[in-house]
């Protein structure tokens, strides 16, 4: 069974730094994109930034310039760092993964969730 476990959320003050991981495990799968979406509390889910298994990365405008987005292969992880952290970064993070199943299926799967607040 797939198992996306994310991990480095916390309580931080505004201008600190936090870094999310997350593990992809079980998967029989090749991993194409990965990527960080957000949920604060009453908005919708959005994109905070994704990568490709070529290591193209595409960031949300909010967080251009103080986020980070990597990818280690070999362990099937993927980091987020944030930096400059600011109240309005306040959320839960979930991290996505695309499964490439066969030549014609691709499928994707969710994190939990880990929460992040940033006190003013």
């Known amino acids: 069974q797939v198992q996306l476990v994310e991990s480095g959320g916390g309580l931080v003050q505004a201008g600190g730094s936090l870094r999310l991981s997350c593990v992809v495990s079980?998967?029989?799968?090749?991993?194409?994109?990965m990527g960080w979406y957000r949920r604060a509390p009453g908005m919708q889910r959005e994109l905070v930034a994704d990568?490709?298994?070529?290591?193209?990365?595409s960031y949300a405008d909010s967080v251009k310039g103080r986020f980070t987005i990597s990818r280690d292969n070999a362990k099937n992880t993927v980091y987020l760092q944030m930096s400059r952290l600011k109240p309005e970064d306040t959320a839960v993070y979930y991290c996505?993964?695309?499964?490439?199943?066969?030549?014609?299926?691709?499928?994707?799967?969710w994190g939990q969730g880990t929460q992040v607040t940033v006190s003013s």
């Open positions: 079980g998967s029989t799968f090749s991993i194409n994109a």
């Open positions: 990568i490709t298994v070529g290591d193209s990365t």
């Open positions: 996505k993964v695309v499964g490439v199943l066969s030549s014609t299926l691709v499928r994707n799967y």
